[in-house]
């Protein structure tokens, strides 16, 4: 049995400036409500943080020394000096006019062509963050994993199983054996029968969706790889991932739910690990694809055609 232990702690390099507004709206909700202050006042005011020293921080926080230090190594840096340097950064960026201002929920009554164009702006904003935020680290290793597994078990409920179908059929048109399971006790099941040098891979924006972290948990426990694609990566699911792939998401709003959001950065996420999958199985892969390509313009074609 393996060892079971937090893959949600910050690997590799500090986050870039680019990807520390996505890491803070990605962190907020799992925080202490002082440690959400922090991480608040530095997404607000970021140029306004960096000239602050943490005691500076923490007075205008109202918070102490060692909760804004916390907070900066929970963003994933060693200490506030990294934070502050980040911090400058995203200031400078932010006014170089390639960080526009959030836009406001969709209303009511906003007409058709505003609404368009606020979903528009949450979309791109939502897949910059997450792959700002993407640990290429963390998803180069799942990409390996999945390209020389004998099998591939996906679980995901409601939005995210869409997305585990997915994720399932781009790789068995690539030759792999993959399958999505949306039904929590088929999923189990499956789980069951999986063994070292297969893979299995949680979707779960919330990472705490019960009938999704139990058959990773299984898999784990028999050894398959784990892979958690979540927008929490403090979030329960992570204890059973050998592997954690973080999403972001936008505002949620009364029009706009949750789930929109995820379903969007969990799309940019499997097909990040579908495309690297595809490359490093090439020879195979290629070959795969143009007959499923070939086999589906086959049957579209009328009979009277052929």
Same mark, same amino acid.
């Given at each position: 049995?393996?060892?079971?232990?937090?893959?949600?702690?910050?690997?590799?390099?500090?986050?870039?400036?680019?990807?520390?507004? #996505?890491?803070?709206?990605?962190?907020?909700?799992?925080?202490?409500?002082?440690?959400?202050?922090?991480?608040? =006042?530095?997404?607000?005011?970021?140029?306004?943080?960096?000239?602050?020293?943490?005691?500076?921080? =923490?007075?205008?926080?109202?918070?102490?020394?060692?909760?804004?230090?916390?907070?900066?190594?929970?963003?994933?840096?060693?200490?506030?000096?990294?934070?502050?340097?980040?911090?400058?950064?995203? =200031?400078?960026?932010?006014?170089?006019?390639?960080?526009?201002?959030?836009?406001?929920?969709?209303?009511?009554?906003?007409?058709?062509?505003?609404?368009?164009?606020?979903?528009?702006?949450?979309?791109?904003?939502?897949?910059?963050?997450?792959?700002?935020?993407?640990?290429?680290?963390?998803?180069?290793?799942?990409?390996?994993?999945?390209?020389?597994?004998?099998?591939?078990?996906?679980?995901?409920?409601?939005?995210?199983?869409?997305?585990?179908?997915?994720? #399932?059929?781009?790789?068995?048109?690539?030759?792999?054996?993959?399958?999505?399971?949306?039904?929590?006790?088929?999923?189990?099941?499956?789980?069951?029968?999986?063994?070292?040098?297969?893979?299995?891979? #949680?979707?779960?924006?919330?990472?705490?969706?019960?009938?999704?972290?139990?058959?990773?948990?299984?898999?784990?426990?028999?050894?398959?790889?784990?892979?958690?694609?979540?927008?929490?990566?403090?979030?329960?699911?992570?204890?059973? =991932?050998?592997?954690?792939?973080?999403?972001?998401?936008?505002?949620?709003?009364?029009?706009?739910?949750?789930?929109?959001?995820?379903?969007?950065?969990?799309?940019?996420?499997?097909?990040?690990?579908?495309?690297?999958?595809?490359?490093?199985?090439?020879?195979?892969?290629?070959?795969?694809?143009?007959?499923?390509?070939?086999?589906?313009?086959?049957?579209?074609?009328?009979?009277?055609?052929?």
């Amino acid at each position: 049995m393996k060892e079971i232990f937090n893959a949600s702690q910050p690997t590799g390099l500090p986050p870039a400036p680019a990807a520390l507004a #996505a890491k803070v709206r990605t962190l907020t909700p799992s925080l202490t409500r002082s440690m959400q202050r922090v991480a608040e =006042a530095v997404a607000d005011n970021p140029a306004g943080c960096a000239a602050l020293t943490v005691t500076g921080l =923490a007075e205008l926080t109202g918070t102490s020394e060692a909760t804004v230090v916390r907070t900066a190594r929970l963003l994933g840096y060693p200490g506030y000096r990294d934070l502050r340097l980040a911090l400058a950064g995203l =200031a400078a960026h932010q006014q170089s006019g390639r960080a526009p201002s959030v836009t406001a929920d969709i209303a009511v009554d906003d007409p058709i062509s505003e609404v368009v164009a606020k979903l528009a702006y949450d979309e791109q904003q939502t897949l910059a963050d997450t792959a700002a935020g993407l640990d290429t680290v963390q998803l180069a290793a799942a990409v390996a994993a999945a390209a020389t597994a004998r099998r591939i078990d996906v679980y995901g409920v409601g939005a995210s199983s869409l997305v585990g179908m997915d994720l #399932a059929q781009k790789l068995l048109r690539i030759g792999l054996i993959a399958h999505a399971h949306a039904d929590p006790h088929l999923a189990v099941t499956n789980a069951v029968q999986l063994r070292s040098g297969d893979v299995a891979i #949680a979707i779960t924006h919330s990472g705490s969706t019960g009938d999704v972290i139990e058959p990773l948990r299984v898999a784990f426990e028999r050894g398959a790889t784990t892979v958690a694609i979540t927008g929490r990566p403090d979030g329960p699911v992570t204890q059973y =991932a050998d592997h954690v792939l973080t999403t972001s998401t936008a505002r949620e709003s009364e029009l706009r739910p949750a789930a929109m959001s995820s379903r969007t950065s969990q799309l940019l996420v499997v097909d990040c690990l579908f495309i690297g999958v595809a490359q490093r199985t090439y020879e195979t892969a290629a070959p795969a694809l143009a007959a499923s390509y070939e086999a589906l313009a086959h049957r579209h074609t009328p009979r009277n055609a052929r």
